[in-house]
């Protein structure tokens, strides 16, 4: 077995990994100015976290998708084939897309899919129970009332070179 192309694009690789890693490195900009290390929003200094504690719905649904979104590439295959699978393949087909559509009655059985919180009744409200976000915060109730501009104002009054 010959492995010396392998061997060889394999160090190519590397190399050129390298490369470009030291030219970033020696070629990069080296500024320090007052927004260097600002994140900017829409002009508005942002406050508190990135990191949201997000419900697992998000990922179920997302999840569904993913699964969901597999099975139509695998009928599409089947679609583009159906004459030559025949009889066969229309019967295989057709019990894919049951077990498909038993899956998704039973998701919905168990209240997978239902976004709401749950009345007394059984029903379940439009309110959604998602995010907890209040809805948009004014500008001025971010950063103390100040937006990025005010900020790298006060920076540059206060000497900061720039």
């Not at 694009?9 to 007052?34: C, D, K, N, T, W």
């Not at 997000?54 to 004459?83: G, H, K, N």
């Not at 907890?132 to 950063?143: D, F, K, N, Y």
Request: hydrophobic residues 50%; glycine residues 12%; charged residues 15%.
């Amino acid at each position: 077995m010959i492995l010396w192309p392998l061997v060889v694009y394999f160090i190519l690789v590397v190399a050129l990994v390298g490369a470009m890693l030291a030219l970033s490195a020696v070629l990069g900009e080296r500024h320090q100015q007052p927004a260097t290390n600002l994140p900017y929003e829409g002009g508005i200094a942002s406050t508190g976290s990135a990191h949201l504690r997000m419900p697992a719905r998000f990922y179920l649904i997302a999840m569904f998708f993913v699964i969901f979104d597999l099975e139509s590439a695998f009928i599409f295959s089947w679609a583009v084939v159906a004459r030559e699978a025949g009889w066969s393949g229309y019967i295989e087909i057709c019990g894919f897309i049951g077990v498909l559509l038993l899956t998704l009655f039973y998701l919905a059985k168990v209240g997978a899919l239902d976004w709401g919180e749950a009345k007394p009744g059984g029903q379940r409200s439009q309110r959604s129970t998602g995010m907890g976000l209040a809805g948009p915060v004014p500008a001025r109730a971010r950063a103390g009332g100040e937006t990025l501009p005010a900020l790298l104002q006060r920076g540059e009054e206060a000497g900061s070179p720039r």
